[in-house]
């Protein structure tokens, strides 16, 4: 799901038919077959209906309460390419207006899984439009690229849609591995939409785990993603709200459980443990939380428009349980 308010680039375009990759200064990345994206069901072609609806595995991912943790998360990754941070840096960074960043992303997000297609057409059309007129200059080479970049683009939607299935299983969402490959696959025409061919996009959970690791030669920490990870972790807040309320220490909390939520591979970039026993207090971590999310009344854990998704999905599954 690219987009939202991360800059991001198109040379690096791998004119292969059926591949997963791109390029950074010049080097190719190996890359992962691909086969074409299957048909998938309850994805729609009516613009008066969502893009996907209540039997789609989008919104039940999307919908599950731990869904904000796994939008930290992708930001934490996203972070470790040097090329996407440097457009962060260069466009005004997270620092600026970081609560209203945070916010227009997240309503990006939701106009792609809960509005009519149509609106999710044009959301998709604005985000392309202005990626596609601003240009970032790498701060190795001095060489500037654009921020339409099918790859760099590919980068910022492998990080969100990985992070959003991945905490959500962790979490103890119940979905299979048949189910995931499914959302990976829904998720094809969101990155197509951004201007990504269907192509380079992993299309089921090997595919994604190939291109992670494909790419893992050209990320890094770099000083702008320092400065952004230590303004995500502790992002700027009123002066009652930071000293009167619980608000930062839970925030930080927050951001604590995404990074060790993140893979083995990506807290060693940020030399943080990489021990399986990380991994086990993460998952044990994310698990409670989401059970006492679970508890709590609807409208405290979620936006109107998920509400309304997890009632429909709720439904739908009374409907199916009678009928069956």
Same mark, same amino acid.
């Given at each position: 799901?690219?987009?939202?308010?991360?800059?991001?680039?198109?040379?690096?375009?791998?004119?292969?038919?059926?591949?997963?990759?791109?390029?950074?200064?010049?080097?190719?990345?190996?890359?992962?077959?691909?086969?074409?994206?299957?048909?998938?069901?309850?994805?729609?072609?009516?613009?008066?209906?969502?893009?996907?609806?209540?039997?789609?595995?989008?919104?039940?991912?999307?919908?599950?309460?731990?869904?904000?943790?796994?939008?930290?998360?992708?930001?934490?990754?996203?972070?470790?390419?040097?090329?996407?941070?440097?457009?962060?840096?260069?466009?005004?960074?997270?620092?600026?207006?970081?609560?209203?960043?945070?916010?227009?992303?997240?309503?990006?997000?939701?106009?792609?899984?809960?509005?009519?297609?149509?609106?999710? +057409?044009?959301?998709? =059309?604005? #985000?392309?439009?202005?990626? /596609?007129?601003?240009?970032?200059?790498? %701060? !190795?080479? @001095?060489? *500037?690229?654009?921020?339409?970049?099918?790859?760099?683009?590919?980068?910022?939607?492998?990080?969100?849609?990985?992070?959003?299935?991945?905490?959500?299983?962790?979490?103890?969402?119940?979905?299979?591995?048949?189910?995931?490959?499914?959302?990976?696959?829904?998720?094809?025409?969101?990155?197509?939409?951004?201007?990504?061919?269907? +192509?380079?996009?992993? =299309?089921? #959970?090997?595919?994604?785990? /190939?291109?992670?690791?494909?790419?893992? %030669? !050209?990320? @890094?920490? *770099?000083?702008?993603?320092?400065?952004?990870?230590?303004?995500?972790?502790?992002?700027?807040?009123?002066?009652?709200?930071?000293?009167?309320?619980?608000?930062?220490?839970?925030?930080?909390?927050?951001?604590?459980?995404?990074?060790?939520?993140?893979?083995?591979?990506?807290?060693?970039?940020?030399?943080?443990?990489?021990?399986?026993?990380?991994?086990? =207090?993460?998952?044990?971590?994310?698990?409670?939380?989401?059970?006492?999310?679970?508890?709590?009344?609807?409208?405290?854990?979620?936006?109107?428009?998920?509400?309304?998704?997890?009632?429909?999905?709720?439904?739908?599954?009374?409907?199916?349980?009678?009928?069956?």
């Amino acid at each position: 799901m690219a987009g939202g308010d991360v800059p991001v680039d198109a040379d690096g375009l791998d004119d292969r038919a059926g591949t997963v990759g791109g390029v950074r200064n010049g080097q190719r990345v190996e890359s992962a077959s691909v086969p074409p994206p299957q048909a998938v069901s309850d994805v729609s072609d009516d613009s008066d209906d969502p893009l996907f609806g209540p039997r789609s595995v989008t919104w039940r991912v999307h919908a599950d309460p731990v869904f904000p943790i796994a939008g930290v998360r992708a930001l934490i990754l996203q972070a470790l390419h040097p090329l996407t941070m440097a457009a962060v840096a260069q466009h005004r960074g997270f620092d600026e207006d970081f609560w209203g960043r945070l916010d227009r992303t997240g309503r990006y997000v939701s106009t792609l899984t809960y509005a009519p297609a149509s609106s999710a +057409r044009r959301a998709a =059309a604005q #985000v392309r439009g202005i990626h /596609r007129k601003l240009r970032g200059t790498d %701060p !190795d080479t @001095g060489e *500037t690229f654009r921020l339409d970049r099918p790859d760099l683009l590919l980068w910022v939607h492998c990080c969100e849609v990985e992070s959003f299935l991945s905490t959500a299983r962790r979490a103890g969402a119940p979905i299979t591995a048949e189910d995931a490959d499914r959302y990976l696959r829904e998720q094809v025409q969101v990155a197509e939409m951004v201007g990504i061919p269907p +192509r380079m996009v992993p =299309a089921s #959970v090997e595919q994604m785990d /190939r291109y992670f690791a494909a790419v893992q %030669p !050209d990320l @890094g920490l *770099t000083d702008d993603a320092r400065r952004g990870v230590r303004v995500l972790v502790l992002p700027p807040m009123a002066g009652k709200v930071r000293f009167l309320t619980p608000a930062r220490p839970a925030w930080a909390g927050l951001a604590g459980v995404a990074f060790g939520l993140m893979p083995t591979w990506a807290r060693r970039r940020y030399r943080m443990p990489g021990l399986p026993t990380t991994d086990l =207090a993460a998952t044990g971590g994310v698990r409670a939380l989401r059970a006492a999310l679970l508890a709590l009344p609807d409208n405290w854990t979620g936006p109107p428009e998920v509400i309304a998704a997890r009632s429909e999905m709720a439904r739908l599954a009374q409907l199916e349980g009678r009928a069956g």
